[in-house]
Protein backbone atom coordinates (compact mmCIF):
# COMPACT_ATOMS: atom_id res chain seq x y z
CA UNK A 1 0.00 0.00 0.00
CA UNK A 2 2.70 2.96 -1.01
CA UNK A 3 0.66 5.65 -2.37
CA UNK A 4 -2.07 5.76 0.62
CA UNK A 5 -1.23 7.61 3.88
CA UNK A 6 -1.81 6.42 7.44
CA UNK A 7 -5.69 6.65 7.91
CA UNK A 8 -6.08 5.57 4.22
CA UNK A 9 -4.07 2.66 4.88
CA UNK A 10 -5.60 2.10 8.07
CA UNK A 11 -9.55 2.24 6.44
CA UNK A 12 -7.97 -0.34 3.28
CA UNK A 13 -6.51 -3.00 6.03
CA UNK A 14 -10.13 -2.79 7.70
CA UNK A 15 -11.93 -3.60 4.28
CA UNK A 16 -9.47 -6.21 3.75
CA UNK A 17 -9.75 -7.36 6.90
CA UNK A 18 -13.44 -7.50 6.92
CA UNK A 19 -13.70 -8.82 3.65
CA UNK A 20 -11.33 -11.84 4.24
CA UNK A 21 -13.57 -12.88 7.50
CA UNK A 22 -16.81 -12.46 5.51
CA UNK A 23 -15.60 -14.61 2.92
CA UNK A 24 -13.39 -17.36 4.90
CA UNK A 25 -15.39 -17.46 8.45
CA UNK A 26 -16.32 -21.23 7.58
CA UNK A 27 -12.46 -21.70 8.90
CA UNK A 28 -13.13 -20.15 11.72
CA UNK A 29 -15.73 -22.32 12.72
CA UNK A 30 -14.46 -25.50 11.37
CA UNK A 31 -10.92 -24.22 13.78
CA UNK A 32 -13.22 -23.34 16.50
CA UNK A 33 -15.54 -26.43 16.59
CA UNK A 34 -12.51 -29.03 16.23
CA UNK A 35 -10.51 -27.53 19.44
CA UNK A 36 -13.11 -26.27 21.49
CA UNK A 37 -15.84 -28.46 23.44
CA UNK A 38 -17.83 -25.67 24.73
CA UNK A 39 -19.35 -22.14 23.35
CA UNK A 40 -17.82 -20.17 25.69
CA UNK A 41 -14.18 -21.47 24.57
CA UNK A 42 -15.07 -21.29 20.85
CA UNK A 43 -16.78 -17.50 21.53
CA UNK A 44 -12.89 -16.87 22.70
CA UNK A 45 -10.86 -19.19 20.72
CA UNK A 46 -12.81 -17.26 17.22
CA UNK A 47 -11.53 -14.07 18.88
CA UNK A 48 -8.57 -14.61 19.70
CA UNK A 49 -8.11 -15.84 16.35
CA UNK A 50 -9.30 -12.24 14.81
CA UNK A 51 -7.46 -10.33 16.55
CA UNK A 52 -3.90 -12.45 15.70
CA UNK A 53 -5.42 -12.36 11.96
CA UNK A 54 -5.67 -8.31 12.25
CA UNK A 55 -2.12 -8.62 13.69
CA UNK A 56 -0.47 -10.43 10.95
CA UNK A 57 -2.27 -9.23 7.86
CA UNK A 58 0.13 -6.28 7.57
CA UNK A 59 3.35 -9.23 6.95
CA UNK A 60 0.92 -11.26 4.93
CA UNK A 61 2.29 -11.87 1.29
CA UNK A 62 1.26 -13.52 -1.68
CA UNK A 63 3.68 -16.53 -1.32
CA UNK A 64 0.73 -18.28 0.10
CA UNK A 65 -2.80 -18.71 -0.86
CA UNK A 66 -4.92 -16.80 1.63
CA UNK A 67 -7.10 -19.93 3.26
CA UNK A 68 -3.74 -21.78 3.90
CA UNK A 69 -2.17 -18.12 5.18
CA UNK A 70 -5.78 -17.66 7.40
CA UNK A 71 -5.52 -21.63 8.22
CA UNK A 72 -1.56 -21.22 9.54
CA UNK A 73 -2.69 -18.10 11.64
CA UNK A 74 -6.07 -19.95 12.86
CA UNK A 75 -4.56 -23.04 14.12
CA UNK A 76 -1.27 -21.55 15.76
CA UNK A 77 -4.03 -19.67 17.83
CA UNK A 78 -6.22 -23.01 18.89
CA UNK A 79 -3.18 -24.59 19.47
CA UNK A 80 -1.92 -21.94 21.91
CA UNK A 81 -5.50 -21.02 23.52
CA UNK A 82 -5.80 -24.14 25.68
CA UNK A 83 -7.92 -24.43 28.11
CA UNK A 84 -8.92 -27.02 30.68
CA UNK A 85 -12.88 -28.13 29.64
CA UNK A 86 -15.40 -27.04 31.18
CA UNK A 87 -18.69 -28.21 29.34
CA UNK A 88 -20.20 -29.43 32.06
CA UNK A 89 -20.14 -25.88 34.11
CA UNK A 90 -21.46 -24.15 30.67
CA UNK A 91 -23.91 -26.45 29.53
CA UNK A 92 -27.16 -24.45 31.21
CA UNK A 93 -25.49 -21.53 29.58
CA UNK A 94 -25.84 -19.75 26.53
CA UNK A 95 -24.51 -17.39 24.74
CA UNK A 96 -27.00 -14.18 23.41
CA UNK A 97 -24.53 -12.29 21.26
CA UNK A 98 -21.98 -14.65 19.18
CA UNK A 99 -19.37 -13.54 16.67
CA UNK A 100 -20.25 -16.44 14.52
CA UNK A 101 -23.93 -17.69 14.22
CA UNK A 102 -24.68 -21.26 12.68
CA UNK A 103 -28.08 -22.73 11.47
CA UNK A 104 -27.74 -26.89 11.58
CA UNK A 105 -30.93 -26.94 9.79
CA UNK A 106 -29.10 -26.17 6.17
CA UNK A 107 -26.90 -29.70 6.70
CA UNK A 108 -29.60 -31.97 8.63
CA UNK A 109 -29.16 -34.42 6.19
CA UNK A 110 -25.50 -35.15 7.02
CA UNK A 111 -26.35 -33.75 10.63
CA UNK A 112 -25.24 -37.16 12.42
CA UNK A 113 -22.25 -38.04 10.14
CA UNK A 114 -21.04 -34.13 10.88
CA UNK A 115 -21.72 -34.80 14.63
CA UNK A 116 -19.84 -38.19 14.34
CA UNK A 117 -16.50 -35.98 12.41
CA UNK A 118 -16.09 -33.37 14.99
CA UNK A 119 -16.63 -35.81 17.91
CA UNK A 120 -13.77 -37.56 16.59
CA UNK A 121 -11.40 -34.50 15.78
CA UNK A 122 -12.12 -33.24 19.09
CA UNK A 123 -10.75 -36.67 20.10
CA UNK A 124 -7.20 -36.14 18.82
CA UNK A 125 -4.11 -34.24 20.23
CA UNK A 126 -3.87 -30.67 18.74
CA UNK A 127 -1.31 -31.69 16.15
CA UNK A 128 -3.34 -34.65 14.86
CA UNK A 129 -6.21 -32.01 14.78
CA UNK A 130 -4.03 -29.85 12.59
CA UNK A 131 -3.04 -32.51 10.12
CA UNK A 132 -6.52 -34.05 9.63
CA UNK A 133 -7.96 -30.44 9.25
CA UNK A 134 -5.55 -29.71 6.34
CA UNK A 135 -5.86 -33.30 5.10
CA UNK A 136 -10.00 -32.86 4.97
CA UNK A 137 -9.61 -29.18 3.31
CA UNK A 138 -7.56 -31.05 0.78
CA UNK A 139 -4.06 -29.85 1.22
CA UNK A 140 -1.48 -32.56 -0.01
CA UNK A 141 1.51 -34.02 2.27
CA UNK A 142 4.21 -31.49 0.91
CA UNK A 143 1.82 -28.69 1.65
CA UNK A 144 1.05 -29.71 5.21
CA UNK A 145 4.90 -31.00 6.12
CA UNK A 146 5.06 -26.73 5.00
CA UNK A 147 2.74 -25.69 7.27
CA UNK A 148 4.20 -27.66 10.13
CA UNK A 149 7.54 -27.66 9.35
CA UNK A 150 7.79 -30.86 9.53
CA UNK A 151 9.29 -33.66 6.94
CA UNK A 152 6.80 -35.37 4.57
CA UNK A 153 7.39 -38.47 6.23
CA UNK A 154 6.79 -37.32 9.35
CA UNK A 155 2.77 -36.31 7.74
CA UNK A 156 2.80 -39.03 6.37
CA UNK A 157 3.09 -41.29 9.48
CA UNK A 158 0.75 -38.85 10.96
CA UNK A 159 -2.27 -39.60 8.66
CA UNK A 160 -2.09 -43.09 8.14
CA UNK A 161 -2.22 -42.92 12.15
CA UNK A 162 -5.04 -40.93 12.21
CA UNK A 163 -6.58 -43.82 9.17
CA UNK A 164 -6.06 -46.30 11.91
CA UNK A 165 -7.24 -44.54 15.21
CA UNK A 166 -10.78 -43.67 13.00
CA UNK A 167 -10.96 -47.16 11.94
CA UNK A 168 -11.10 -48.09 15.35
CA UNK A 169 -13.01 -45.57 16.58
CA UNK A 170 -16.10 -46.33 13.63
CA UNK A 171 -15.52 -49.71 15.13
CA UNK B 1 -17.25 -43.99 6.50
CA UNK B 2 -13.07 -44.39 5.91
CA UNK B 3 -11.17 -41.35 5.66
CA UNK B 4 -11.48 -40.24 1.55
CA UNK B 5 -15.35 -40.66 2.15
CA UNK B 6 -14.88 -37.93 5.57
CA UNK B 7 -12.95 -35.87 2.88
CA UNK B 8 -15.95 -35.51 0.74
CA UNK B 9 -18.03 -34.90 3.37
CA UNK B 10 -15.91 -32.09 4.71
CA UNK B 11 -15.95 -30.63 1.31
CA UNK B 12 -19.58 -30.61 1.54
CA UNK B 13 -20.07 -29.12 4.85
CA UNK B 14 -17.59 -26.14 4.07
CA UNK B 15 -20.02 -25.47 0.80
CA UNK B 16 -22.92 -25.23 2.92
CA UNK B 17 -21.07 -23.20 5.95
CA UNK B 18 -20.70 -20.58 3.74
CA UNK B 19 -24.82 -20.66 3.76
CA UNK B 20 -24.97 -21.80 7.24
CA UNK B 21 -22.64 -19.48 9.36
CA UNK B 22 -23.64 -15.61 9.52
CA UNK B 23 -20.77 -12.81 10.94
CA UNK B 24 -21.90 -10.40 13.03
CA UNK B 25 -20.34 -7.76 11.37
CA UNK B 26 -21.40 -5.14 14.95
CA UNK B 27 -19.93 -7.03 17.61
CA UNK B 28 -16.90 -7.66 15.64
CA UNK B 29 -16.53 -4.02 14.89
CA UNK B 30 -17.13 -3.50 19.17
CA UNK B 31 -14.13 -6.75 19.46
CA UNK B 32 -12.04 -4.65 17.07
CA UNK B 33 -12.08 -1.60 19.38
CA UNK B 34 -10.61 -3.90 21.89
CA UNK B 35 -8.54 -5.68 19.76
CA UNK B 36 -5.50 -4.65 22.03
CA UNK B 37 -7.08 -7.40 24.84
CA UNK B 38 -5.20 -9.63 23.18
CA UNK B 39 -3.43 -12.58 25.57
CA UNK B 40 -0.29 -11.33 24.28
CA UNK B 41 -0.74 -8.01 24.42
CA UNK B 42 -1.24 -8.87 28.34
CA UNK B 43 2.00 -10.92 28.87
CA UNK B 44 3.54 -7.84 27.05
CA UNK B 45 1.80 -5.53 29.97
CA UNK B 46 2.72 -8.18 32.86
CA UNK B 47 6.41 -8.54 31.52
CA UNK B 48 6.90 -4.28 31.29
CA UNK B 49 5.71 -4.19 35.25
CA UNK B 50 8.20 -6.97 35.83
CA UNK B 51 10.49 -5.24 33.65
CA UNK B 52 10.43 -2.14 35.48
CA UNK B 53 10.18 -3.55 39.01
CA UNK B 54 13.85 -4.91 38.15
CA UNK B 55 14.86 -1.83 36.61
CA UNK B 56 13.84 -0.02 39.95
CA UNK B 57 15.84 -2.45 42.16
CA UNK B 58 18.62 -1.64 39.65
CA UNK B 59 18.99 1.63 40.21
CA UNK B 60 18.13 1.32 43.86
CA UNK B 61 21.05 -0.86 44.58
CA UNK B 62 23.11 0.94 41.99
CA UNK B 63 22.90 4.53 43.97
CA UNK B 64 23.37 1.95 47.77
CA UNK B 65 26.45 0.76 46.08
CA UNK B 66 27.54 4.35 44.76
CA UNK B 67 26.83 6.02 47.98
CA UNK B 68 28.46 3.44 50.41
CA UNK B 69 31.51 2.28 47.99
CA UNK B 70 34.11 0.53 50.49
CA UNK B 71 34.92 -3.44 50.18
CA UNK B 72 32.72 -4.44 52.64
CA UNK B 73 30.06 -7.46 52.64
CA UNK B 74 26.70 -4.93 52.62
CA UNK B 75 28.44 -3.17 49.14
CA UNK B 76 29.47 -7.25 48.20
CA UNK B 77 26.38 -8.14 48.93
CA UNK B 78 24.47 -5.34 46.62
CA UNK B 79 26.89 -5.61 43.76
CA UNK B 80 26.00 -9.81 43.86
CA UNK B 81 22.50 -8.78 44.07
CA UNK B 82 22.35 -6.60 41.07
CA UNK B 83 24.12 -8.91 38.83
CA UNK B 84 20.52 -11.09 39.24
CA UNK B 85 18.30 -8.05 38.95
CA UNK B 86 20.20 -7.14 35.86
CA UNK B 87 19.88 -10.45 34.60
CA UNK B 88 16.44 -10.74 35.53
CA UNK B 89 15.88 -7.10 33.45
CA UNK B 90 17.49 -8.48 30.52
CA UNK B 91 15.24 -11.43 30.53
CA UNK B 92 12.25 -8.91 30.51
CA UNK B 93 13.75 -7.08 27.64
CA UNK B 94 13.90 -10.32 25.52
CA UNK B 95 10.80 -11.47 26.54
CA UNK B 96 9.33 -7.86 25.30
CA UNK B 97 11.05 -8.66 22.24
CA UNK B 98 9.90 -11.83 21.32
CA UNK B 99 6.59 -11.31 22.30
CA UNK B 100 6.58 -8.09 19.91
CA UNK B 101 8.31 -10.48 17.18
CA UNK B 102 6.20 -14.00 17.35
CA UNK B 103 4.06 -14.23 13.90
CA UNK B 104 1.26 -16.62 14.59
CA UNK B 105 1.34 -16.71 10.41
CA UNK B 106 4.60 -18.74 10.57
CA UNK B 107 4.93 -22.93 10.50
CA UNK B 108 3.39 -24.38 13.22
CA UNK B 109 6.48 -25.81 14.84
CA UNK B 110 8.52 -22.15 15.29
CA UNK B 111 5.41 -20.51 16.65
CA UNK B 112 5.37 -23.28 19.18
CA UNK B 113 9.00 -22.93 19.53
CA UNK B 114 8.09 -19.29 20.24
CA UNK B 115 5.93 -20.06 22.44
CA UNK B 116 7.48 -22.00 24.31
CA UNK B 117 10.13 -19.19 25.42
CA UNK B 118 7.76 -16.99 26.20
CA UNK B 119 5.77 -19.45 28.62
CA UNK B 120 9.11 -20.28 30.00
CA UNK B 121 9.59 -17.10 31.21
CA UNK B 122 8.24 -17.87 35.17
CA UNK B 123 10.52 -20.82 35.04
CA UNK B 124 13.54 -18.82 34.29
CA UNK B 125 12.83 -16.32 36.89
CA UNK B 126 12.04 -18.90 39.05
CA UNK B 127 15.89 -20.69 37.99
CA UNK B 128 16.99 -17.55 38.66
CA UNK B 129 15.78 -17.29 42.41
CA UNK B 130 17.09 -20.46 42.89
CA UNK B 131 20.72 -19.71 41.42
CA UNK B 132 20.67 -16.43 44.10
CA UNK B 133 19.81 -19.26 47.27
CA UNK B 134 23.66 -19.76 47.42
CA UNK B 135 24.14 -15.94 47.90
CA UNK B 136 21.18 -15.83 50.30
CA UNK B 137 23.71 -14.17 53.20
CA UNK B 138 23.98 -11.61 51.11
CA UNK B 139 19.92 -10.66 51.49
CA UNK B 140 20.88 -10.42 55.15
CA UNK B 141 24.14 -8.66 55.20
CA UNK B 142 22.67 -5.75 53.30
CA UNK B 143 19.23 -6.04 54.56
CA UNK B 144 21.15 -4.93 58.26
CA UNK B 145 23.13 -2.62 56.81
CA UNK B 146 19.94 -0.73 55.83
CA UNK B 147 17.89 -1.12 58.48
CA UNK B 148 20.05 -0.91 61.08
CA UNK B 149 23.69 0.52 59.71
CA UNK B 150 25.37 -2.73 61.20
CA UNK B 151 27.79 -4.62 58.86
CA UNK B 152 26.79 -7.95 60.48
CA UNK B 153 29.25 -9.66 58.19
CA UNK B 154 32.15 -8.06 60.54
CA UNK B 155 30.39 -8.63 63.57
CA UNK B 156 31.00 -12.22 62.85
CA UNK B 157 32.79 -15.05 64.64
CA UNK B 158 35.07 -17.22 62.30
CA UNK B 159 33.10 -20.16 63.29
CA UNK B 160 29.75 -18.68 62.33
CA UNK B 161 31.31 -17.18 58.69
CA UNK B 162 32.49 -20.86 58.12
CA UNK B 163 29.26 -22.82 59.38
CA UNK B 164 26.94 -19.86 57.07
CA UNK B 165 29.83 -20.69 54.12
CA UNK B 166 29.27 -24.47 53.82
CA UNK B 167 25.47 -23.99 54.28
CA UNK B 168 26.41 -21.96 50.89
CA UNK B 169 28.19 -24.55 49.94
CA UNK B 170 25.40 -27.18 50.29
CA UNK B 171 22.95 -24.47 48.47
CA UNK B 172 25.21 -24.56 45.79
CA UNK B 173 25.57 -28.27 44.83
CA UNK B 174 21.31 -28.71 45.35
CA UNK B 175 20.59 -25.50 42.86
CA UNK B 176 23.40 -27.25 40.63
CA UNK B 177 21.40 -30.27 40.42
CA UNK B 178 17.94 -28.95 40.56
CA UNK B 179 18.56 -26.75 37.60
CA UNK B 180 20.26 -29.27 35.51
CA UNK B 181 17.28 -32.22 35.73
CA UNK B 182 15.00 -28.70 35.31
CA UNK B 183 14.50 -29.17 31.60
CA UNK B 184 11.63 -30.31 29.42
CA UNK B 185 12.78 -33.43 28.77
CA UNK B 186 12.79 -34.74 32.36
CA UNK B 187 9.37 -34.31 32.82
CA UNK B 188 8.60 -37.90 33.06
CA UNK B 189 10.01 -37.67 36.48
CA UNK B 190 6.88 -36.86 38.99
CA UNK B 191 8.82 -34.07 41.15
CA UNK B 192 9.98 -32.14 37.88
CA UNK B 193 6.67 -32.35 36.46
CA UNK B 194 4.77 -31.36 39.19
CA UNK B 195 7.36 -27.70 39.11
CA UNK B 196 6.67 -27.44 35.64
CA UNK B 197 3.20 -27.22 36.26
CA UNK B 198 3.30 -25.02 39.39
CA UNK B 199 5.78 -22.41 38.19
CA UNK B 200 4.81 -22.33 34.58
CA UNK B 201 1.11 -23.18 34.47
CA UNK B 202 -0.83 -25.60 32.28
CA UNK B 203 0.10 -23.60 28.76
CA UNK B 204 3.31 -24.62 28.63
CA UNK B 205 2.86 -27.96 29.98
CA UNK B 206 0.24 -28.31 27.07
CA UNK B 207 3.11 -26.26 24.34
CA UNK B 208 5.76 -29.09 25.65
CA UNK B 209 3.38 -32.08 25.14
CA UNK B 210 1.97 -30.31 21.27
CA UNK B 211 6.12 -29.85 20.85
CA UNK B 212 6.26 -33.55 21.25
CA UNK B 213 3.48 -34.74 19.37
CA UNK B 214 4.81 -33.02 16.30
CA UNK B 215 8.04 -35.12 16.65
CA UNK B 216 6.34 -38.26 17.81
CA UNK B 217 6.33 -39.83 13.81
CA UNK B 218 10.53 -39.73 14.00
CA UNK B 219 10.81 -42.12 16.72
Known amino acids: ?171 | MNLEQMQSLWQDHSLKLEECISLNKRLLNEKQKEEQKSKLHNLVVSRTLEGALFFIICVALSKYIVSSWSLSAPVVSAVVLNVFAIVGLAGNIGQITLLNKIDFAKPIKQTLTDLIVVRSHNMQIFKLIMLSAPFYMAYVFLGYDIIYELDLYSLMSAETKIAFAVISLVFVVLVVVLITKLTPENRGNKIIDWLYREVSGEKLTHLLDEMENIDRAKR
Open chain 1, 1 to 171: MPFLNKSEVKVSKRELFLELVEKHKGILFKVTRSYCKNEFDREDLTQEILAQIWRSLDTYNDDFKITTWMYRVALNVAISFHRKDKSGAFKHYEIEDKLLSYDMNEEAENEQSIIQLYTFINQLNDIDKAVLLMYLEGENQSEIAANLSISISNVSTKISRIKQKFQHSAG
